[in-house]
């Protein structure tokens, strides 16, 4: 069974938009998005995931709630930490999924939801400076694919809600 535990990223077409420490500032951020209902049924974060975008020139972008950023600046797979004081998450699996509800345009979303990654087994083997970087144990599912709009396309949403397998 999986039960949701937390999320973050939107994006757009730029993408998006993002994390941020605070979970009742992310809740608000996708309430205010439209990501509920479009995406989640409902969304109780439980941990902010931090979502960075590796750049060509050797920086990084840290991914925060209403951000919206270009399609080179989100080409690369981005690398993704949980903020968490509780240890308990130490080598728990984490699926981590982005999807664009977006396609082919947010006027149009004949073609939403559109997956941009999905990978089921990230953990985290412990805290570096206050967060819990994740690496991906297995394969991807769906390896990353950077997001493509069509040429004059506004802004789309691109949303990461990672969720915590348990086991029952
Ligand atoms: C969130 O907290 C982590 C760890 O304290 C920090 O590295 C990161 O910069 C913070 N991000 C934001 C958007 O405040
Ligand atoms: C919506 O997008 C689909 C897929 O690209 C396209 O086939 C369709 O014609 C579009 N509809 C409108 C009203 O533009």
Redesign the pocket.
């Known amino acids: 069974m999986l039960a949701l535990a937390l999320t973050v990223a939107l994006a757009a077409t730029s993408l998006v938009r993002a994390q941020d420490n605070d979970t009742a500032t992310v809740a608000a951020a996708f309430m205010n998005a439209g990501i509920v209902p479009d995406v989640l049924s409902s969304f109780a974060p439980v941990l902010p995931l931090l979502v960075t975008f590796k750049q060509a020139d050797g920086s990084s972008i840290e991914v925060t709630a209403g951000m919206q950023l270009t399609i080179a600046q989100t080409a690369n797979e981005p690398t993704f930490a949980l903020v968490s004081g509780n240890a308990a998450i130490q080598g728990k699996p984490y699926l981590i999924a982005m999807v664009d509800p977006d396609a082919?345009?947010p006027q149009?979303t004949?073609?939403s939801q559109v997956r941009h990654f999905l990978a089921p087994d990230f953990v985290s083997d412990g805290p570096v400076a206050g967060t819990w970087p994740m690496t991906n144990r297995t394969p991807a599912l769906s390896e990353y694919m950077g997001p493509h709009p069509?040429d004059g396309s506004d802004a789309h949403r691109f949303v990461s809600p990672p969720l915590v397998h348990t086991m029952c």
Do not use: H, V
Request: proline residues 33%; aromatic residues 0%.
């Open positions: 082919p345009t149009n004949s073609i069509p």
